[in-house]
């Protein structure tokens, strides 16, 4: 079983521009909404801990967890999606260096990559194998694996976990500081559990699984 956590707030601008592998550190709203998880993680007891190496989740990782946890493990794979030149732009500012590329963009997410980032399809690419890296770590183990990272890589694990088309990413709620759980049996297609889970809704549920 895998818990996906979703990192924190970050600083946001207005207009809003795109983050993507932009390495922003979390607010201290985001810093508060980590530590909410504290006692929920503290009766999970996790076989392993992987984070995004980018500092939002690195520090999500660390309120998150506290002292009582494995060590988590930095993995690049797990950073958010590149969005290239576009990173620190606003749409405006997109649409107006890079003429038609924002819409293209939005009519074939798996595809189409901004200048010099990465499609959802080589999201994919990049973080599947990540993941499946991890489970081969857990072997026959039972207790629950945490992996913490990013919005759009934890939409499109989910995706290619169940099936979906890379099309529908954003149909995925996905909130600051949101917990998703994915079963992996060999003898079942894998199975979402739990999806955008805040911590006071994730705990009863993570109790009943460990039980």
């Known amino acids: 079983m895998?818990?996906?956590?979703?990192?924190?707030e970050i600083p946001q601008s207005?207009?809003?521009?795109?983050?993507?592998?932009?390495?922003?550190?979390?607010?201290?709203?985001?810093?508060?909404q980590a530590l909410r998880w504290r006692k929920v993680l503290a009766r999970a007891p996790l076989d392993g801990v992987w984070t995004s190496d980018l500092a939002r989740c690195r520090e999500m990782t660390e309120h998150a967890l506290g002292d009582h946890h494995p060590v988590a493990k930095p993995l690049p794979a797990?950073?958010?999606?590149?969005?290239?030149?576009?990173?620190?732009?606003?749409?405006?500012?997109?649409?107006r260096r890079f003429p038609g590329e924002y819409e293209r963009r939005g009519a074939d997410l798996e595809r189409v990559a901004?200048?010099?980032?990465?499609?959802?399809?080589?999201?994919?690419?990049?973080?599947?194998?990540?993941l499946t890296g991890i489970l081969a770590h857990a072997g026959a183990q039972a207790a629950p694996l945490l992996v913490v990272s990013h919005?759009?890589?934890?939409?499109?694990?989910?995706?290619?976990?169940?099936?979906?088309?890379?099309?529908?990413?954003?149909?995925?709620?996905?909130?600051?500081?949101?917990?998703?759980?994915?079963?992996?049996?060999?003898a079942r297609q894998p199975e979402l559990l739990a999806l955008n889970l805040p911590p006071e809704a994730a705990t009863p549920l993570l109790a009943s699984l460990s039980g």
């Open 151 to 186: 919005a759009g890589v934890i939409r499109t694990l989910i995706c290619q976990a169940l099936g979906m088309p890379l099309e529908r990413v954003f149909s995925l709620g996905q909130q600051y500081a949101a917990l998703n759980i994915l079963r992996f049996s060999p």
């Open 14 to 32: 207005d207009p809003l521009r795109f983050v993507g592998q932009r390495d922003l550190p979390l607010t201290p709203l985001g810093r508060d």
């Open 78 to 95: 797990l950073r958010e999606i590149s969005l290239g030149e576009w990173e620190g732009l606003s749409v405006a500012e997109v649409q």
């Open 2 to 8: 895998v818990l996906l956590l979703r990192h924190g």
């Open 114 to 130: 901004p200048a010099g980032g990465e499609s959802f399809a080589d999201l994919r690419d990049r973080v599947w194998p990540a």
